[in-house]
């Protein structure tokens, strides 16, 4: 038997979240820590052209980063291109389009020319080489799938909603900038813990794996082993991955978490964990 899991959009004009965030990557000879708290509104505007999705704004109202972040002003200026976005769906609610696209762009000029001019004689080479993947990604439909990614957007645009069989869903995704300097490949499956009813949630719980068949495992070796100079080197990857997601009665999302811990033994580290859930507007202030 399967449960159906499909979002009313038109329920609600729009929901306020809080999305917290905290990370830390470590190797034998460092060690980076980052954390950010946003709060986020998500409007529901129209169905979109083809009826097969739907489309919604997002704003982003506030934001703060951790002090100890060490990406703070990167990420910030990231962050910009996507304060206020109208953002297209399939049915499964999947992120699929910017249409406020134009917007993004002429954002990115700004930044791009502060860049530019802000870069040190040592920082000019790396600047250039970022302008130049973010132009590319902006050219190609890669900026798209990065945001998505994105950990409070793929709260917003989870891409979950469909028919959920007693044994789950397995759904493929990547994590970028998890696994060194690849991004680590999952399956995740998901499995419909609680149909939800009007005195509790509906509850998705997903545990994920890695997808060997997509795992460059050679590639990461290599890189591994010409970091730490060891050719008969054992690479062993451990990985724990964990979500947990929580839907009213019209099936919008009230919270969630989501937790991840990669190691590779011996030479690197990172644990990220991240929780977004509704704010109650009266008793938030908002």
Do not use: C
């Not at 250039?128 to 973010?134: A, C, F, L």
């Not at 132009?135 to 990065?146: M, V, Y």
């Amino acid at each position: 038997m399967h449960n159906v899991f499909q979002i009313n959009p038109f329920v609600y004009q729009n929901k306020t979240y809080r999305h917290q965030a905290k990370s830390i990557v470590a190797t034998k000879d460092m060690m980076m820590k980052n954390s950010s708290e946003t709060v986020i509104k998500k409007t529901y505007v129209q169905k979109n052209i083809s009826g097969q999705g739907y489309i919604f704004d997002v704003e982003t109202l506030s934001e703060k980063v951790g002090k100890e972040s060490a990406t703070a002003k990167l990420n910030a200026d990231m962050n910009s291109l996507t304060k206020k976005m109208t953002v297209g769906t399939n049915l499964k609610g999947s992120f699929e389009k910017i249409y406020n696209k134009r917007e993004v762009i002429d954002q990115w000029a700004k930044v791009k020319k502060k860049w530019k001019k802000e870069a040190t004689k040592e920082e000019r080479e790396q600047v250039e080489k970022t302008i130049s993947i973010v132009e590319q990604n902006l050219a190609n439909g890669s900026f798209e799938k990065e945001v998505a990614q994105q950990g409070v957007f793929y709260f917003m645009f989870p891409g979950l909603y469909g028919d959920y069989p007693k044994e789950g869903t397995v759904v493929k995704r990547q994590l970028s900038k998890f696994l060194v300097t690849q991004p680590l490949p999952l399956k995740i499956t998901y499995r419909l813990i609680n149909k939800g009813n009007s005195k509790s949630p509906m509850v998705l719980e997903g545990v994920g794996e890695v997808d060997e068949d997509r795992l460059d495992s050679r590639q990461l070796a290599k890189l591994i082993r010409s970091i730490k100079d060891k050719l008969d080197m054992a690479v062993e990857l451990q990985v724990d991955y964990r979500e947990r997601l929580e839907f009213d009665r019209s099936h919008w999302l009230n919270k969630a978490t989501q937790n991840v811990k990669v190691k590779i033994p011996g030479f690197y580290m990172t644990e990220s964990k991240q929780e977004i859930a509704e704010l109650n507007t009266e008793t938030d202030g908002r």
